[in-house]
Nanobody, 121 residues
């Protein structure tokens, strides 16, 4: 069992940056690939980015590629999402998730509660 808690969301102007953190507790953080998803009002949840167990491989959705980067620190049981050049369309609740392998990152086993990111124009 893995418990996930996101932090770092907030209100930012278009063009600005935010870094989200997701702290994991429980067993085996380094055994999981980690992923980020987001859900905007009235829209389905969508995949944003994922990172492999050791952090050597990442996958990023085309909509955020070149602007968002995910990383992890297994010693701190934490995964990060660095978001640059934010756009109003990035406004959403952002969730981190844990999956049993990078290939299963889009169907994770555990979810955090989410953190709100609002980008003003």
């Amino acid at each position: 069992q893995v418990q996930l808690v996101e932090s770092g969301g907030g209100l930012v102007q278009a063009g600005g940056s935010l870094r989200l953190s997701c702290a994991a507790s429980g067993r085996g953080f380094s055994s999981y690939a980690m992923a980020w998803f987001r859900q905007a009002p009235g829209k389905e949840r969508e995949f944003v980015a994922a990172i492999s167990l050791g952090g050597g491989t990442t996958n990023t959705a085309p909509s955020v590629k070149g602007r968002f980067t995910t990383s992890r620190n297994n010693a701190k049981n934490t995964v990060y999402l660095q978001m640059n050049s934010l756009e109003p369309e990035d406004t959403a609740v952002y969730y981190c998730a844990a999956a049993r392998g990078l290939a299963r990152a889009t169907t994770p086993d555990y979810w955090g509660q989410g953190t709100q990111v609002t980008v003003s124009s």
